[in-house]
């Protein structure tokens, strides 16, 4: 055995470099060569198996007169569906004016800044009721600072800052 690696060690060391690369070289591209001859059949046969089974269904959707865009039909009816739940969602809000004419019978010192109105208003808890019921019944409407202050015995300061996300869907 030491005999083969002394007579294998002497022809090297005989060889040129380029001799030497190619000698160490050619078993690594043989092993290479022989796992890509086992792999690639199977490649090629699950190719060609999916372009039959995609001929297949073309036909049978010919025979049947099937249209070929029926896959993208899902799709079309999630955004019509979409569509339609947006157009529900911008008739159910409000405008900042509109708003403003509504809470107008509570206060007549209403500030609009983008989406937001402040107002202040006096009276009793019946009053705090009612304004509160009547921006509950706005959707996208949210109430963002609530001040109550009570100067006098009988009339309570209600100062209110609303959020009216339904101005921004109307724009």
């Known amino acids: 055995m ?10 090297l ?19 290479v060569g022989a796992v890509f001859a086992w792999i690639l059949p199977p490649i090629d046969a699950a190719f060609e198996e999916a372009t039959l089974k995609l ?20 799709q079309i009816a999630e955004l019509e569906h979409k569509n339609a739940l947006l157009n529900l969602l911008r008739q159910k809000s409000i405008t900042n004016a509109t708003l403003a004419k509504k809470l107008g019978t509570f206060s ?10 402040s107002l202040v208003a006096l009276g009793d808890v019946e009053v705090l009721e009612d304004l509160l019921e009547e921006i509950e ?11 109550i202050s009570a100067p006098f015995a009988s009339n309570l ?6 959020l009216n996300f339904g101005h921004r869907m109307r724009k």
């Open 2 to 11: 030491r005999d083969i690696f002394l007579r294998l060690d002497s022809m």
């Open 13 to 31: 060391a005989s060889r040129s470099k380029r001799e030497r690369v190619a000698i160490f070289c050619l078993p690594l591209l043989l092993c």
């Open 55 to 74: 001929e297949a269904q073309k036909s049978i959707a010919q025979m049947l007169d099937i249209p070929q865009n029926s896959i993208y039909d899902a």
């Open 108 to 117: 007549n010192n209403i500030q609009i800044k983008d989406a937001h109105l």
């Open 137 to 147: 019944e706005n959707h996208f409407v949210f109430i963002e600072n609530l001040a």
């Open 157 to 162: 300061e209600i100062k209110l800052d609303v």
